[in-house]
């Protein structure tokens, strides 16, 4: 097994370098890595249905797609992740022991008693320090965890709350849990750990390598059509209360695109709004695309006293 140095903290680039690895290196590997703050979300997940938006954007959090299914799970620099890249020996596929066990006898060397709980968590007084997720490709298993060591708790919580009456989705929702960090327990940092489970046969990326990575986080993982467009289809829904009126939004959207759009209120307009329902068919459900269609309009002959802008922060995106 060779160890992969990984430095880098980019969020894309990490879950595009575990795809390369997984499509390009044939010896089994095991890599240590940290992400500066992001929302990784399960491949099966609806992004909008699991993240704070609002939240996420004031605190520049990145929000990345995984290959492997689960929950979404957040991420900053206190948090390590690990990955392990190898050949898939009969049943190991949802056999997490087989993975987690060294995590949790290297834990034990700084005196840490944690231990593999429910399906896919090792937690400590029952309190979750490690969610894990694993995917077969070909004849190889991925498997990954992270390691909560020092997190950001405000962020963590913040930047994963979101309205559930909001969205109606059809995709896999994430499953809240207790949890906590592993310096409550004993006086270890990230680097201390790091030192503890690295490997003699090390492998540095070559800028080969990198290019690799870098081209498959433009193709894919920096991708709105990855990150967010990937999501099941889903119902979103938000009224919002302005001097001039309400306004209620009810828009489907499949593969990203929104499909119907119905928009009510007592707002006042000049125009049928069905124009405006019918601008927005077939537009990416994100900011940009959004904004851009409505910007087609003189907003205040449809929506009385309301500016495009209050009317995005009704639209989700």
Same mark, same amino acid.
């Given at each position: 097994?060779?160890?992969? &140095? ?7 680039? =990490?879950?595009?370098? &575990? ?6 290196f ?13 929302? @990784? ?7 909008l249905? &699991? ?56 834990l ?18 029952d ?34 709350n979101?309205?559930e ?22 006086? !270890? ?24 990575v870098?081209?498959?986080?433009e ?19 938000k &009224?919002?209360?302005?001097? +001039?009126? +309400? ?11 929104i499909?119907? !759009?119905? @928009? ?11 124009? @405006?329902?019918?601008?927005?068919k ?9 904004k ?5 309009? =003189?907003?205040n002959d ?8 209050e009317?995005?922060?009704?639209m989700?995106?």
């Amino acid at each position: 097994m060779i160890y992969i &140095e990984n430095n880098f903290t980019n969020p894309y680039f =990490n879950l595009a370098l &575990e795809e390369y690895l997984l499509n390009n290196f044939d010896e089994d590997v095991f890599m240590l890595w940290q992400n500066e703050k992001a929302i @990784i979300v399960g491949k099966n997940q609806n992004t909008l249905s &699991e993240i704070n938006l609002d939240y996420v954007k004031q605190r520049d959090i990145a929000v990345v797609r995984r290959l492997t299914g689960g929950g979404a799970v957040f991420h900053d620099m206190g948090n390590l992740n690990f990955t392990f890249i190898v050949k898939n020996q009969g049943e190991w596929f949802s056999n997490f022991e087989k993975f987690t066990t060294p995590i949790i006898d290297a834990l034990a060397t700084f005196g840490v008693c944690a231990k593999l709980s429910g399906r896919n968590d090792i937690s400590i007084d029952d309190k979750k320090i490690s969610g894990n997720a694993q995917l077969v490709h070909k004849d190889k298993i991925l498997h990954h965890g992270t390691l909560l060591f020092n997190a950001d708790f405000s962020d963590l919580a913040n930047s994963l709350n979101v309205n559930e009456e909001k969205i109606k989705s059809k995709g896999v929702q994430s499953v809240k849990s207790r949890v906590t960090n592993i310096c409550e327990y004993a006086n !270890v940092s990230v680097v201390d750990f790091k030192n503890r489970v690295s490997l003699d046969n090390l492998y540095h990326l070559s800028e080969n390598d990198i290019a690799c990575v870098n081209k498959l986080v433009e193709e894919k993982y920096g991708t709105w059509e990855w990150n967010f467009g990937y999501s099941p289809k889903y119902s979103y829904k938000k &009224e919002v209360y302005f001097p +001039s009126g +309400s306004v209620e939004l009810n828009i489907d959207v499949e593969k990203g695109i929104i499909r119907n !759009v119905k @928009i009510y209120g007592d707002f006042f307009a000049k125009y049928d709004i069905i124009d @405006i329902e019918n601008a927005l068919k077939g537009v990416r459900h994100s900011y940009e695309d959004v904004k851009s269609s409505l910007q087609k309009f =003189n907003i205040n002959d449809y929506f009385l006293g309301i500016s495009i802008d209050e009317l995005l922060k009704c639209m989700g995106v």
